[in-house]
């Protein structure tokens, strides 16, 4: 097996604490201000994957202590129905953060939804209110995925002030915010999509790079800056190598980074899976735990 030169950032490790320091403040409020950070996690439909994550969402809400709710509405649910539920969250003084599980079955219409939720309770940071604030450099909550790439980042790397970042993707989810978390963090930034010229180059430049495509593996080993911090965001099913386990339809995850080649190249490198993916429901209990304070009138 080859040697790994990339130090690898493990997920788990960072997310776990944070959780811990999130139950702990959790802890803190209540104490202090009698106050219990709620989440409500709103799913519709009977997605598999989704019902994962909205388990996962509630199970780990419920150990740091926080108030949580797990609204499970059927596939049939109407955009009536589902923005009735949401209004009803948007004034319960109990919940102070919503997230609704996305994608919505059709027909829903997941930007009137999403639009329907109270910024100050947008959990998932995908308002345009949020996204208008994050952009103006305001307080805002703010996506979790790309909140936690720079919470490892910061981790890793340390200090971000000049450091020259690519963002490969230009979604509302993962790539424009992680963008304007790496503006906020005086890096200079570009932004690289599917029309972007020799993208290789431009790679090479990156001190950072994030990589959020969706395509497996498709960032190479000599597209990378040697000592290059990697933030591999890709969550891709693919077969198995083993012809034997792949001819059983045996799929597995990989990320939009060639982990073999890339780990000879870059200094830091998150797995994939098991580098990103991780922190995201821990920075949703975070979003959560500082919405809770903002409501309440206390400083975050
Ligand atoms: P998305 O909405 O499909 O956006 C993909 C972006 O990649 C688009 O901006 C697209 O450019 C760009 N792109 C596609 N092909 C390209 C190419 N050949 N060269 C350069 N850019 C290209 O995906 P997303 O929601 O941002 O998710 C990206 C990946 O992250 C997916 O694998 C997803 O599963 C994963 N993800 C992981 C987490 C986590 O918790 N770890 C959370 C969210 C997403 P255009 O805009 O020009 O089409």
Redesign the pocket.
């Known amino acids: 097996m080859s040697q790994t030169s990339a130090k690898l950032i493990d997920g788990k490790v960072y997310a776990e604490r944070l959780r811990a320091r999130v139950a702990e403040e959790v802890a803190e409020l209540h104490a202090d201000h009698g106050l219990q950070p709620g989440l409500a996690v709103v799913l519709v439909g009977d997605d598999p994957a989704s019902q994962i994550y909205v388990r996962s969402k509630g199970e780990q809400s419920r150990a740091a202590g926080m108030h949580s709710v797990t609204h499970l509405l059927p596939a049939d649910t109407t955009q009536h129905e589902l923005l009735r539920l949401v209004a009803e969250l948007n004034v319960d003084p109990l919940i102070h953060g919503i997230l609704v599980q996305l994608p919505l079955p059709k027909p829903l219409d997941e930007a009137a939804v999403l639009a329907a939720i109270n910024p100050d309770k947008d959990v998932d940071g995908l308002h345009v209110v949020n996204a208008g604030r994050l952009a103006n450099g305001q307080p805002a909550l703010t996506p979790?995925?790309p909140l936690?790439c720079m919470i490892l980042l910061r981790e890793t790397v340390g200090e971000l002030s000049g450091l020259r970042a690519v963002v490969?993707?230009?979604?509302?989810?993962?790539?424009r915010p992680i963008a304007q978390l790496l503006l906020q963090a005086d890096c200079t930034v570009t932004i690289?999509?599917?029309?972007?010229r020799d993208?290789p180059a431009l790679c090479r430049e990156a001190d950072i790079l994030v990589a959020?495509?969706?395509?497996p593996r498709?960032i190479k080993g000599d597209w990378i800056k040697p000592g290059a911090a990697v933030i591999d965001?890709?969550?891709?099913r693919v077969p198995f190598d083993d012809p034997v386990k792949a001819a059983a339809g045996r799929t597995k995850v990989v990320?939009?980074v060639d982990f073999k080649q890339v780990s000879q190249v870059a200094g830091w490198l998150t797995p994939?899976p098991g580098?990103?993916?991780p922190?995201?429901v821990a920075v949703l209990l975070q979003n959560t735990v500082s919405a809770a304070r903002r409501q309440a009138g206390l400083s975050s």
């Open positions: 979790c995925t936690g490969v993707g230009r979604s509302v989810l993962v790539g690289a999509h599917s029309r972007t993208l959020a495509v969706g395509r498709m965001v890709g969550i891709n990320g939009d994939a580098g990103v993916g922190m995201t």
